[in-house]
Structure formats: C-alpha cells, structure tokens
C-alpha cells in the first residue's frame, strides 16, 4: 500500500501589498514568510519551501536563514527551498548551511537544486552565462558528492579542486536533497544518475503530460540499479471559501507578477481569460474552493504517482491576509480531502 501523500507548501517571498495598498518592506514580508511558516506547521502541512531569488520583486535572497528562524517557532514541518540556484553558489558552503539548518530543524530540512528560471545571480556572484550547464553539472557533482559526509576529492573547471577534503558539521541522519526539474528529458536522467529526487516545477499546461517524464525517471532508476526515490510536483494556486472568491482575490497578484517577469522575457500581457484556462481542470493553477483544489491536486497525484504535492501560494502582490486564510483552507479542509479521494484511488507507482 503506498504511503499518503505528502502536501506542502512553496512561496518566493513576492513582495505584497499592505491593507493600505502600498508594497510591504523586504523586511516585512521576510517576517511574513516565517508566520506563514508557522501555520503551515500547526495546520499539519508536510513541507514548507522558500525561493532563492535576487530582485526587487521578491524579497528572500538567502532562503536557509529564513528557514532557520521557521524552524525555531515550528515542531514537525520540512523546511527547504524551492529551489535553491546552485549553478551560482558554492557546494561546500551550501552543505554547510543546510547540515546547520538540519541540526536547529532536529532533522527537517531538505534542499531542492535547481538551474532556475532566473539569471539575476549569474552577474551578481561573478559567473559567466555561458558557463551555465556546466556550472550546474560541476556544482551537482560535487554537492552529491558531499553528501556521502566523507572526504571528498574533486577536480572540475568552475572552482577550485578538493584534495581529501572534509567538510563540517557533520548531519544526524543525512540530508534530503531533489533536483527541481522544468521538463527536459535530461534533467529528469541527470536526477536519476545522481540519486535525488524529481520535483517537477508544472506552471503550465495540463499535468499529465508531464507524465513520460515520470515514467523516464523510473526507468532511468531502474536501468541503473536504483531504489525507488520520491516524485514531486510544484504548480502555484489559492484557496479561498469560494471559487469566485479564491479567483477574484487571486487574478490581480497574477497579472502583476506575469506582466512584469513578460515584459522581460517578451510575453504577451497576461489577461482574464488565460487566467481562467489556467484555473479550469487542464491549467496549471489550483485556485478555487477547497473542494476544487482537493480534486484537482488529487488527480495530479493519481495521473503522476506522486510522493508530494507543494502548492506555491504566493504569487505577486496578493495579501499577507489572504494567504494566511489559504494556508489555513489547504491543511484544515484541503489535505483532510485529497488523502479521501485517494484512498480508494488505484495505487500507482510513485
């Protein structure tokens, strides 16, 4: 019989608008985060991640502090990233800093590695976008690497070489670590080879056509004489009591972050009616009432196998308020009634 589901949670850190209207501090929405945090927690949520991002629009830029102060007012939730931009840090001291969240966390903490959707980081830390692949290759190896929590010797071209090198402190139990995936063939292979799990990031489109990719990371596992590891989905959503309402409080924080990530990349304006396509039952976006959600998110979960399924519930400029409730409607109402529609769903590999 396959273990429940696991439900959780993801946020950027977006910088939202106050009750006056006017944009939060950083500093305000970085305490936000860490509230919301703890009602993940007491609502009886899995899992708890944080962006690592470098612009104005969001305001967590170093996730693992974030997630420190998260694990001193929580008892039971994981803390971890989504994701964390490996191609523009150092493996040796992101270990470190993870190894020290799982220890304030007593064992909660988990990393999900990843390329990200932005390149803010690249210029900023001194790297070259033409280094990008290998960057993150390089960086994953030895990262995987270190996990063993031995000495390790390395020799690569984006930093400096490791001679039976040991790095400290040392974990109670290891640490849990994914690969965040966008939907290319080689980077569900690249998980596999490297024995971390899948977080696939869906932000658009219906689900199951990430479903070959699934199956591709089970084969790769297999081909390589493997065990089974966890398959996990990102999409963003919001929950309100109604669907009229989750939709209406959430459409303008999505207009605003999609115009202004558009304007950069040459989108076209974001409007209601895709809005609307990405709420219906082949989008992206699980926003709606908790019934609506909970069926949604299940049918996800059956269509991919899933181990877990983190819902990003921060998008834009929607409310510190209006999040909050939705933290609240996604453990109370929401989880209760996607562990009842699987229950007697057929079992699928996860």
């Given at each position: ?11 950027f850190g977006d910088v ?26 007491q609502v009886g949520l ?189 999409s963003p959503g919001h ?112």
């Amino acid at each position: 019989m396959n273990a429940p589901v696991q439900l959780g949670l993801d946020t950027f850190g977006d910088v939202t608008r106050g009750e006056d209207g006017e944009l939060l501090s950083h500093a305000q929405t970085i305490r936000n985060v860490v509230e919301q945090a703890e009602l993940a927690d007491q609502v009886g949520l899995s899992f708890f991640g944080v962006g690592e991002h470098h612009r104005p629009d969001f305001a967590v830029s170093s996730p693992e502090i974030v997630l420190a102060a998260a694990a001193a007012r929580t008892s039971r939730i994981h803390l971890g990233t989504a994701v964390t931009v490996l191609s523009s840090d150092d493996p040796v001291r992101l270990f470190e800093r993870f190894a020290t969240l799982d220890a304030i966390s007593n064992g909660r903490a988990e990393v999900i590695l990843g390329r990200g959707s932005f390149i803010e980081s690249f210029p900023l830390f001194g790297y070259e976008l033409s280094d990008y692949e290998t960057l993150f290759e390089e960086k994953l190896d030895l990262f995987t690497k270190l996990m063993a929590e031995k000495p390790v010797s390395w020799q690569g071209r984006t930093r400096a070489a490791l001679v039976d090198a040991d790095v400290y402190p040392k974990t109670e139990n290891g640490l849990k670590a994914w690969i965040g995936v966008g939907g290319s063939p080689e980077s569900v292979v690249r998980a596999a080879r490297h024995g971390l799990g899948l977080m696939l990031a869906i932000i658009g489109g219906p689900a199951a056509r990430f479903r070959p990719f699934v199956d591709l990371y089970h084969r790769s596992l297999d081909a390589m004489g493997l065990p089974a590891l966890p398959v996990g989905v990102h999409s963003p959503g919001h929950i309100a009591d109604t669907d009229q309402q989750a939709w209406e409080e959430a459409f303008p924080g999505f207009e605003s972050m999609h115009n202004t990530i558009g304007r950069e990349r040459g989108w076209p304006p974001y409007n209601r009616m895709r809005f609307q396509q990405d709420v219906g039952p082949e989008g992206a976006v699980y926003a709606g009432s908790p019934e609506t959600v909970a069926r949604k998110i299940a049918t996800t979960v059956s269509q991919l196998g899933l181990t877990r399924f983190d819902m990003k519930f921060s998008t834009g400029t929607l409310s510190h308020a209006k999040m909050m409730r939705s933290i609240e409607l996604y453990g109370t109402q929401v989880a209760p009634r996607v562990h009842e529609l699987l229950a007697g769903a057929p079992a699928t590999r996860a």
